[in-house]
């Protein structure tokens, strides 16, 4: 049975409120959603371990005692990775190995170190960055395990030189899956618990009497994972809000259709309300292009899921050439954004706004999930308009560092006095008149 793609063209009347619409997440269910995490998270809060252990043997169907049962020991993820098949542990050393070069560059390049100047009359400024103590990382582990989220979470935390890295993951019915322990070995995670949900997000803004309370928790999850992430915001820091995947693909009609319909699933596979987008200026190869999608569908194992997120989000769309295709783009503002073109870097220097970058029809999205380095976790929704992908910088507080000069006091001092006083803030004022040396 084909799968029916809805089509667009950039000359369609109205075509960008089209557009924007299509974009939307059905929301329906989020205020019902919303109010089930509050009754969670306030739970988790005044009853710590009690209501964690209810929550758990209830969503995840797990018959444990305690909380404690629930913790997976440093020997038990040793013992994960030894066991697994020499063609997994390769694979997942290379990409950790990769993960961990690229933030390490990352970590030099973009300021995630102190600094300081020191002015002509010994006035001294500068920055104080500082490791966040303790950080919860969420991994989902409902419809399918995640090892790579383990490592893209883990990674820049200890490049970043977090003091200990707590992971939740749920395991319904008990199912552990080696390759996110091994993984969870590998990035040095330091403590481990299977749970999940709204209620591992409580446990890790609140803590219980099991559960350290942490600083800051990133990692994406379902909706009800987002939803008690944006409550406890405030509480503790997010990474983000973490909304559907979705890819956004660029083309000349010069890659193989095979290739492009692939990269579609790619992003489809992960759940119906995925988004899959092809932006083209060839209607031919669009037509390729969907030819490829009923050929290949019927041979993917995630087929019910791909099929329905084709159905309801996908679009293909005609453009009138690639300039415009890269204004569309930077509408949409796409997590992944892939320019299969002869010459990717002429359109990557149009693209303002998208949360990664594939230049290159060999540059495939997946590669970007598993291995390339650069991080996975990217922003969603259309927040690459103001947001980033994961990184070192997302594990590290700054602190100013001011230290003022005698002869700094004498000129920075009237300065603050003038401006107190015109904000009425009298001792504001005094305190700077105060260190002014009488004549």
Known sequence: MSVKIRRLTSRDPGFEKTLLSSLSIPSADDQAIDQIVLGILERIEREGDAALLQYTQQFDRLAVNQVGDLEITSADLATAYQSLVQEQASALRAAAERVRAYHERQKIETGCHSWEYTESNGTRLGQKITPLDRVGIYVPGGKAAYPSSVLMNAIPAKVAGVGEIVMVVPTPDGARNPLVLAAAH?????????????????????????????????????????????????????????????????????????????????????????????LCPDKEFIDRVDASIQKLLPQMPREKVIRASLQNRALLIEVDDMAQACQIANLIAAEHLEICANNPDQWAAQIRHAGAIFMGSYTSESLGDYCAGPNHVLPTARTARFSSPLGVYDFIKRSSLIEVSEAGAQSLGPIASTLAHGEGLQAHARAAEMRLTKK
């Open 186 to 278: 590998l990035a040095g995670v330091d403590r481990v618990f299977t749970i999940g949900g709204a209620q591992a997000v409580g446990a890790l803004a609140y803590g219980t009497q099991t559960v350290p309370a942490v600083d800051k928790i990133v990692g994406p999850g379902n909706a009800y994972v987002a939803a008690a992430k944006r409550r406890v915001f405030g509480r503790v820091g997010i990474d983000m809000i973490a909304g559907p995947s979705e890819i956004l693909v660029l083309c000349d009609g010069s890659t193989d259709p095979d290739w492009i319909a692939m990269d579609l699933f790619s992003q489809a596979e992960h759940d119906e309300l995925a988004q899959s987008i092809l």
